[in-house]
Every structure is written in structure tokens, then in C-alpha cells.
Nanobody, 122 residues
Framework: QVQLVESGGGLVQPGGSLRLSCAAS????????MVWYRQAPGNQRELVAV?????????NYADSVKGRFTISRDNAKNTVYMQMNSLNPEDTAVYYC??????????????WGQGTQVTVSS
């Protein structure tokens, strides 16, 4: 049993900032990577940011958020963060955390958070 709990979403004005958090818990042996996705109404889910924990914290970003969003992690807390700056209405979406995990039974599992709404609006 592995769970992801997201927090930090909300309503923000254009140009503002939010920080999302995603905490993993349960029968975790190792987290290989944590990923943020987002999905706006009527759109496909898109990858936003990745942090590869098994590769020493290498990060990657979608072009649309590069320079504005920063993904980071606290390995001791099994938590990943995404700092989002200079937000614009196009960033409005439900943001989902995804963890790629080896559990304590040596199974490879992908676990999803419940989603957190980010709304950027005047």
C-alpha cells in the first residue's frame, strides 16, 4: 500500500505564485522518480516536471513552464515540491503527482495523487 497526498493548490492572481507538495507514504522501498502532470478541462494530461531521484535529482521540465516552475524533493520526507512562479491563466488545471516506486515487496508500481486544483484568474 502506497499513497500520495497532494496539497498547495488554490486560486491565485496572474503573476502570482503557488507551491505544491506531494507526500508519499506506505510500503515504500525506493522512489525512483516523482512527476508532476496537469490536465485542464477538455485537454489531455500533460507532463509538467520530473525529478529523477534514482539519478541523483536530475530534473526536466515542459517547455511551457521552464524558467517559471521548479521541482525539488526532500528524500527524508518522501516529499516532492513544485514551486510555480509567474503563473498565468494557461496554467489553470488539476495538477497530479505521480511517483514511480519500488515497494517493499519489490514490485514496480506507479502511484497517483488525488489531484489538486490550481486556478489562475483575476
Amino acid at each position: 500500500q502506497v499513497q500520495l497526498v497532494e496539497s498547495g493548490g488554490g486560486l491565485v492572481q496572474p503573476g502570482g505564485s503557488l507551491r505544491l507538495s506531494c507526500a508519499a507514504s506506505g510500503n515504500i522501498f525506493r522512489i525512483n522518480a516523482m512527476v508532476w502532470y496537469r490536465q485542464a478541462p477538455g485537454n489531455q494530461r500533460e507532463l509538467v516536471a520530473v525529478i529523477s531521484i534514482s539519478r541523483g535529482g536530475i530534473t526536466n521540465y515542459a517547455d511551457s513552464v521552464k524558467g517559471r516552475f521548479t521541482i525539488s524533493r526532500d528524500n527524508a520526507k518522501n516529499t516532492v515540491y513544485m514551486q510555480m512562479n509567474s503563473l498565468n491563466p494557461e496554467d489553470t488545471a488539476v495538477y497530479y503527482c505521480n511517483a514511480r516506486i519500488i515497494d517493499t515487496f519489490t514490485r514496480d508500481v506507479d502511484v497517483w495523487g488525488q489531484g489538486t486544483q490550481v486556478t489562475v484568474s483575476s
